[in-house]
């Protein structure tokens, strides 16, 4: 039997169960060429069913508005603001997250066990987006939903 190394691993995730107690370490991809020491890794926990459900409708409003849909302004405020939300209570923890501006790693505050809203907001959006595909794979998300973020 073929031995599940971390590449075959990648390639499987939504395709088969990930129990929902369970955390992914998870680098993203833009990260690769960094140096060991400098690659966050953000520890993931999936979705739940409920979580799964918000996603799926927050996803459809999200394609009805790119299909033309007139919303306001607030609705769509609101959307960003529910899927953003998501995405983040699904991070426990993050390691090597280094600041630029500051020239030193962060220290990551939590929220009820999750990063903290300033952390999440301190992250790039090529960040959120690279976790919010993540999560869509452990959770066992179609591609519809992977429109969200």
């Not at 209570?89 to 390691?95: A, L, T, Y």
């Not at 903290?116 to 959120?128: D, E, I, T, Y």
Request: aromatic residues 8%.
């Amino acid at each position: 039997m073929q031995k599940l190394d971390k590449n075959l691993r990648k390639k499987m995730l939504g395709f088969l169960p990930f129990d929902d107690q369970s955390c992914e370490k998870f680098t993203p991809k833009e990260c690769n060429d960094l140096p060991e020491e400098f690659k966050p890794i953000f520890h993931l926990i999936p979705w739940n069913q409920e979580e799964q459900s918000k996603i799926e409708v927050l996803s459809t409003k999200l394609t009805m508005i790119s299909n033309g849909e007139s919303v306001s302004n607030k609705e769509k405020e609101s959307i960003n603001f529910d899927l953003n939300e998501l995405t983040r209570k699904k991070i426990i923890d993050i390691e090597n997250l280094y600041d630029l501006g500051k020239d030193e790693f962060m220290t990551i505050e939590k929220d009820e066990g999750h990063i903290s809203a300033n952390v999440w907001k301190a992250l790039p959006k090529s960040l959120q987006t690279s976790i919010y595909f993540c999560l869509n794979g452990i959770s066992g998300l179609c591609h519809a939903e992977k429109l969200g973020l």
